[in-house]
Every structure is written in structure tokens, then in C-alpha cells.
């Protein structure tokens, strides 16, 4: 029974994790029209930073500091903190030229950079359920992008160079989780947030303008304080998530961002289309939408279901599944 509610209260947290990020690229693009990238990014890293400063210091669970006098170890940090400001920056930049949407179903192409890293870094061998899960996707983007899809490569329009900002940012964010899957092996999830937000918002403070804010609205500063925090809901659920349910499957559910950031777009210009802008797709747009969370998601648990030699596995017993 116990089990049972941890697994409940695992997919909620997972589903909650997905919203956050099916919504951040919305209230990024309200925040753009009166703060620059760099400047949304360090206060996403800065709120972020400060609110796990309180939560550790709650739990009296600071990161060991000796454990980076190996030269191996900072390596890696400073790995996955300039990863994850790549990949929040350029996401930030991108998604001031693109629509929510877009911005989050590009995203996906960090799964199957990361897994293919992976397999070449870490000698992992690539299941056939990833491989098939990481060609839909593909086809699921060639769908997605139907329309203009020449022009990302003949023609450097303004919704080009975001798409090509927001790739950029994938493979930042693929580098990051490389360096982080090695970090976690002696570190806590929350301590290596922390660490990363913290050297993030040092190093971004030169380029930001924190004091815009004084000149922004109560709605662009609402946006952009959700944003902050929205990085401490996000993160600190899908950690909690993986700590009730299995990875793999609190993974799955995260690829539904794109479909999240769909919906909310298209709810919130039904009902300030002042203020936001409908995500209009053809029929292969979205069924291309659809193909890349479905190649995502199969690529992340395609193995537990589907088996290439014995088939399908969802009605074979524990034991016999692979």
C-alpha cells in the first residue's frame, strides 16, 4: 500500500515537473518584452540558488566541498554549470523568435543527443526501443516543421535562427547531463543544482540587468519571478518524483512538456489573445507534435513494453521482462 501511494504521489510530481516546463517557455516569452535573455536567466538561477540555500541549510545537507580536490571532479562541475547555462540562455534567446511550443518540441532532440552521447562516452549500448524511439522523433520533427522546414537551412529568417538557438540548446543541455550523470555518483541532485545555480548566477552577473526591473510591469515581473521559481517547482519535483518512482518512467511522463506547452498557449490566447499568440499548425504539424513526444517517450520506456525478440512485454511477469 505504501508502495502503491509512493507510485501515485511519483506521477503527480512527474506530471507537475512537466507542466512547469510545458509553462516556462510562456512566461519567458511575457518576460522577454521588457528583460533581455541574459538578464530572465540570472534570475532564474539567482531565485533558484537562493531557495535551495534555505532548503539545505533546513536539511543540514551543504555538498562536501573536499570532494572537489580531485581535478576530475571540478572538471565536471564546471562541465555541467556552463552546459546548463548554455542551454538556459540559448533557450531564453530562442524562444524570444518562436512560439512556446516549438521552443519545447526542438527540446526533445536532447534525448536523443544525450543518448546517443552517452553510448559513445559511457561504451552503453543503444536498446532497439531507443533507436526506433529516437527515429520517431526525428520523423515526428520533420513532420512538425513541414511548412518551412528548407528555410532552417536555406534561409536565416528570425523563426530560423530561434529553432537553430533552441538545437544549440539541446546540445548544451545534452552536455550538462552527461557531466551531471558522473557528479551524481557522489553528490545529491538538490546539492549539484545548487552548486550549478550558484556559479551560474556569479558568472552571469556581469552581462545581466537585474535592476530592469524597477522598469518593468507588475505582469512582467510576475512572469519573471515565476520564472525563478518555477526552475525550484520544476526541478525539486522531478527530483522528488525519482525519489518515489522509477526513473525511467518519471522521464516518460516529462516528455509530455511539448503537448503542456501546447495547451496552455492555446488557452491563454483564447483568453488574452492581446498578450498571446495562437500555435498555428497544419494537420502534419500536429501529428508531428504528437510523433516526437511519442519517440521520446518510447525511447525512454519502450524497453519495458516491447521487447525485439519476445515481443510485447506488458503482460509477462516481472521476471521475464528484460
Not at 524562444?95 to 561504451?123: R, Y
Request: glycine share 6%; aromatic share 14%; hydrophobic share 60%.
Amino acid at each position: 500500500m505504501i508502495q502503491q501511494q509512493n507510485i501515485k504521489v511519483g506521477f503527480l510530481l512527474a506530471i507537475l515537473t512537466a507542466i512547469m516546463w510545458g509553462v516556462i517557455p510562456i512566461a519567458m516569452k511575457y518576460a522577454l518584452v521588457a528583460f533581455d535573455p541574459y538578464t530572465i536567466v540570472w534570475y532564474r538561477f539567482a531565485i533558484s540558488a537562493l531557495g535551495l540555500t534555505f532548503w539545505l541549510a533546513y536539511k543540514k545537507q551543504f555538498p562536501n566541498f573536499s570532494l572537489f580536490k580531485k581535478r576530475r571532479r571540478l572538471i565536471m562541475l564546471l562541465i555541467a554549470g556552463f552546459g546548463l547555462l548554455g542551454n538556459f540562455v540559448m533557450f531564453a534567446s530562442g524562444v524570444k523568435h518562436l512560439s512556446a511550443t516549438t521552443s519545447q518540441v526542438v527540446a526533445q532532440l536532447g534525448i536523443v543527443i544525450f543518448m546517443i552521447s552517452s553510448a559513445i562516452i559511457f561504451k552503453e549500448k543503444l536498446r532497439p526501443t531507443q533507436i526506433i524511439g529516437m527515429l520517431i522523433l526525428v520523423v515526428g520533427l520533420i513532420l512538425f516543421f513541414n511548412k518551412n522546414i528548407l528555410d532552417l537551412f536555406t534561409n536565416m529568417s528570425e523563426y530560423g535562427l530561434g529553432v537553430w538557438l533552441v538545437v544549440f540548446a539541446a546540445i548544451s543541455w545534452a552536455l550538462y547531463a552527461l557531466a551531471q550523470k558522473v557528479l551524481l555518483k557522489k553528490l545529491r541532485a538538490e546539492q549539484l543544482l545548487w552548486l550549478i545555480y550558484l556559479i551560474c548566477s556569479i558568472v552571469l552577473l556581469p552581462v545581466a540587468s537585474p535592476f530592469e526591473i524597477f522598469k518593468a510591469n507588475a505582469g512582467q515581473i510576475f512572469a519573471l519571478v515565476f520564472c525563478g521559481l518555477n526552475t525550484i517547482i520544476a526541478y525539486g519535483a522531478l527530483v522528488a518524483a525519482m525519489e518515489r518512482w522509477q526513473a525511467a518512467q518519471v522521464s516518460a511522463i516529462t516528455t509530455l512538456t511539448p503537448l503542456f506547452a501546447l495547451i496552455f498557449s492555446d488557452m491563454l490566447a483564447l483568453i488574452w489573445p492581446n498578450s498571446f499568440a495562437m500555435q498555428y499548425l497544419n494537420i502534419l504539424g500536429y501529428i508531428g507534435a504528437f510523433a516526437v513526444v511519442c519517440g521520446a517517450m518510447f525511447a525512454t520506456i519502450g524497453h519495458r513494453v516491447w521487447h525485439h525478440r519476445k515481443g510485447f512485454l506488458i503482460n509477462r511477469k516481472k521476471g521475464e521482462q528484460e
